[in-house]
């Protein structure tokens, strides 16, 4: 299993980015995926999930309305849209693989991350 | 919202045991996944399911969850073992993370 995530950049706060994970080594259909942040120094965020054929995405509450999760399974890759970017959006932003393809289990494999700073 | 509640950080001789525990309304309800996660890395999935180990984990990690508390067993601590430890539940469909222990071999 390989996750890359790419898209981490400096932007100023109230603009867009759009972070991108390339997955390979397996079967990228054939899973839910989920997008999972730290700020540097602090702990885990859970942030979306998205079930195998997009049927379920779920956000947390912090980035409800301003973030969209959506996959390519034909393209083996999973995005997240970030909207009106705020200064505690600033974090490393991991792409994981869930161990089903339907609901939400644990993390069973992890990309390295990209960082996303906002700037107010 | 949902909270669970780990110590900051544990500290622990190498060769003993270490203990990591995990707080939470009813979180024997739920099912528990632990994460290592070493300086500079990304997380590794330990153990899921309250007490299953992925392979390629050593046996010295187990895993137990009853009423409010989960625990991370680290039989036989080693100094590769120093990490942060995060427990994660989910809740409503919701994914919640422990603040994080930080696990030190002295």
């Known amino acids: 299993v390989h996750l890359v995530e790419s898209g981490g950049a400096l932007v100023q706060s109230g603009r867009s980015l759009r972070l991108s994970c390339a997955a390979s080594g397996f079967t990228f259909e054939d899973y839910a995926m989920h997008w999972v942040r730290q700020v540097p120094g602090k702990g885990l965020e859970w942030v979306s999930g998205?079930?195998?054929?997009?049927?379920?995405?779920g956000y947390a509450d912090s980035v409800k309305g301003r973030f969209t999760t959506s996959r390519d399974n034909a393209k083996n890759s999973l995005y997240l849209q970030m909207n009106s970017l705020r200064p505690e959006d600033m974090a490393v932003y991991y792409c994981?693989?869930?161990?089903?393809?339907?609901?939400?289990?644990?993390?069973?494999?992890w990309g390295q991350g990209t960082l996303v700073t906002v700037s107010s | 919202s949902y909270d669970l509640t780990q110590p900051p950080s544990v500290s622990v001789s190498p060769g003993q045991t270490a203990s990591i525990t995990c707080s939470g309304d009813k979180l024997g309800d739920k099912y528990t996944s632990w994460y290592q996660q070493k300086s500079g890395q990304s997380p590794v999935l330990v153990i899921y399911q309250d007490n299953k180990r992925p392979s390629g984990i050593p046996e010295r990690f187990s895993g137990s969850n009853s009423g409010n508390t989960a625990t991370l067993t680290i039989s036989g601590t080693q100094a590769v073992d120093e990490a942060d430890y995060y427990c994660?539940?989910?809740?409503?469909?919701?994914?919640?993370f422990g603040g994080g222990a930080k696990l030190t071999v002295l």
């Open positions: 994981a693989k869930d161990r089903g393809a339907t609901g939400w289990h644990y993390f069973d494999s």
């Open positions: 994660q539940a989910w809740d409503r469909s919701t994914g919640v």
């Open positions: 998205i079930t195998w054929n997009s049927g379920t995405i």
